[in-house]
């Protein structure tokens, strides 16, 4: 479900907050600082590229994950007291963790970039076309591709994906 312009909370059920606790409390070096951020004072930015995801442990004692505009990015709680953020979207976000009485525990600036220093675009009049070329130039759709491109090489990425599922 995207809200625009409101926070989205991911709420975890009680298994997975024991299995939080204990992996984050074994846990010696937190990618997200369990200091909460109004007292650190800083904003730890947590950068990811475009189809790509990114493991992040949770602070001790998160009871929710609230991601600030999914369309850029999502993230899936697990068991294990991680979380796994993944990138939808070019663009900046923030990520929020939460204890049970709603304190913040703490808060990251989420990136989106592009990823791929081997992509070449091709631009002709008004329409962008995009190439992974390492070693051979293939179609690479990215963001901001011409609709007709974009289109016709997602649907035959489809089709062909669509033939190597077992029947």
């Given at each position: 479900m995207i809200s625009h312009g409101r926070l989205h909370p991911r709420r975890l059920t009680r298994p997975v907050l024991i299995a939080t606790a204990v992996a984050a409390s074994l846990s010696v070096g937190l990618v997200l600082s369990t200091i909460p951020a109004s007292a650190a004072g800083e904003v730890e930015t947590v950068t990811v590229n475009l189809d790509h995801a990114r493991v992040i442990r949770l602070p001790e004692k998160t009871q929710?994950?609230?991601?600030?505009?999914?369309?850029?990015?999502?993230v899936a709680v697990q068991k294990n007291g991680v979380m796994i953020v993944t990138a939808k979207s070019f663009g900046e976000t923030n990520l929020i963790a939460l204890d049970s009485g709603g304190n913040l525990l703490a808060e990251s600036r989420v990136v989106v970039r592009a990823?791929?220093?081997?992509?070449?675009?091709?631009?002709?009049?008004m329409d962008r076309e995009s190439y992974a070329c390492a070693p051979a130039c293939q179609p690479a759709i990215q963001l901001g591709d011409s609709t007709k491109f974009f289109?016709?090489?997602?649907?035959?990425?489809t089709v062909r994906n669509s033939l190597a599922v077992p029947k």
């Open positions: 929710t994950v609230v991601i600030g505009n999914p369309i850029i990015a999502d990823g791929r220093d081997s992509v070449v675009t091709v631009q002709r009049g289109s016709e090489t997602g649907s035959q990425t």
